[in-house]
C-alpha cells in the first residue's frame, strides 16, 4: 500500500526534502531485507528521508524506488538522478 500525494502535499515535502542529506544508500546488490529494515526505520524515525541508489542505470533505479515505496508503505515524493525522496507519516502512538 503506497502513498498517494495532491500536487501541493508534494511541492511542500520537495521544499521540506531540499536540504536533507540522503540517509540510506543502496549499492550493486540493490533492495534487499536489510536495505528495506533500514529505509523503513529511517521512515519511523524522520517521516521524509532521502535515499542515494548508486550502481544502477536510469531504469533500475526507478524499478528500486517504486520497490522501496511498496515494501516501505511510503510515497514517492521526486526522483533526481541517483537520488529518491520518500514520504511516509508516523504512525499515532496508542494512548
Request: aromatic share 2%; proline share 3%; no cysteine.
Amino acid at each position: 500500500m503506497s502513498l498517494t500525494l495532491t500536487s501541493r502535499q508534494r511541492a511542500h515535502l520537495k521544499a521540506r526534502a531540499h536540504a536533507l542529506e540522503p540517509l540510506v544508500q543502496i549499492g550493486h546488490a540493490g533492495v534487499q531485507d536489510t536495505v528495506v529494515a533500514a529505509v523503513d526505520t529511517a521512515l519511523t524515525a524522520h517521516e521524509l528521508i532521502k535515499v542515494k541508489i548508486n550502481d544502477a542505470e536510469r531504469d533500475e533505479r526507478v524499478e528500486i524506488s517504486e520497490a522501496l515505496s511498496e515494501r516501505t508503505g511510503a510515497a514517492i515524493v521526486q526522483r533526481v538522478g541517483k537520488v529518491v525522496v520518500l514520504w511516509r507519516p508516523r504512525p499515532e502512538e496508542d494512548k
